[in-house]
């Protein structure tokens, strides 16, 4: 039985509006306006310090934009604490509990908004079945590849089944076989449970691969959004057609 879809799974749209972050005098977010739809994957793309982590984050609720507006749903959330937003969260680095058992690594979210016990159990049990790890509550993090780590992770993300998934360069720390295999293992979940997918990568192919739309950033700034093809065959400045142009 994987998490089975019920309203709220289904994804949200999000608005970001005129989006500033500064770290002292630095600019991270400058002036970033960009609409998702709901159920849409879009992927953040550019090098690093571009600022696409400190989108996320602000997304997330971890970092407090210094101007503008995050709209979740038509619902101002810029200012709203992450556990009222109904998102889920991957980083690069594995970040389990390595103390814990998978199904407590899994299952914590849901500890968390005080869930019962035997309730905890069977959506943690419905989560890793819907990464293809049922059978693996009891084993440790370290008992587990570190693609089969990732996977925890991103059971543990729509364990709650939140309308968002937010992905901060999942698969960088993945050797190549394992990476393509999680990019598969992502598209799948993303259409299964119809989530609104945010994919911050600096790989373009990844990118390309993967999204039905691109953001590329530079310096903090919002250079191009298109659709995947489009952005390959027609770049909208000199930036964006070098960085593209990179991969081949
Ligand atoms: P990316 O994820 O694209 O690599 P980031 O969003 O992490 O970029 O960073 C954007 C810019 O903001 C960089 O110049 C980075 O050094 C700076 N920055 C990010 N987080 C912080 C922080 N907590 N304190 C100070 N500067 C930061
Ligand atoms: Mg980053």
Request: aromatic letters at 6%; one cysteine or more.
């Amino acid at each position: 039985m994987a998490v089975e879809a019920a309203p709220q799974s289904r994804g949200a749209s999000i608005e970001i509006e005129h989006l500033d972050k500064y770290f002292g005098a630095v600019r991270a977010v400058d002036d970033v306006s960009l609409s998702i739809a709901a159920g849409e994957f879009i992927a953040l793309l550019g090098p690093s310090g571009s600022g696409k982590s400190t989108i996320l984050m602000s997304l997330a609720g971890f970092e407090r934009p210094t101007g503008g507006r995050i709209l979740i749903d038509g619902q101002d959330c810029t200012y709203l604490p992450p556990y009222k937003r109904n998102i889920g969260m991957v980083f690069q680095h594995y970040t389990l509990f390595p103390h814990l058992s998978v199904m407590d690594n899994v299952a914590f979210p849901l500890k968390m908004r005080g869930i019962s016990k035997a309730e905890r159990r069977r959506q943690a049990e419905a989560a890793l079945e819907t990464v293809r790890l049922a059978g693996y509550g009891q084993r440790m993090p370290k008992q587990l590849s570190g693609g089969q780590q990732q996977r925890v992770a991103l059971a543990r993300a729509i364990v709650y089944r939140p309308r968002v998934l937010l992905m901060d360069e999942p698969l960088s720390a993945l050797d190549k076989n394992l990476r393509e295999e999680m990019q598969l293992e992502i598209k799948r979940l993303h259409s299964e449970l119809g989530l609104t997918v945010v994919f911050v990568t600096h790989d373009q192919s990844e990118a390309l691969t993967m999204a039905d739309r691109i953001a590329i950033l530079k310096s903090g700034r919002l250079q191009q959004v298109s659709p995947a093809r489009e952005l390959y065959e027609r770049p909208s400045n000199l930036f964006t057609a070098s960085f593209i142009g990179e991969m081949n």
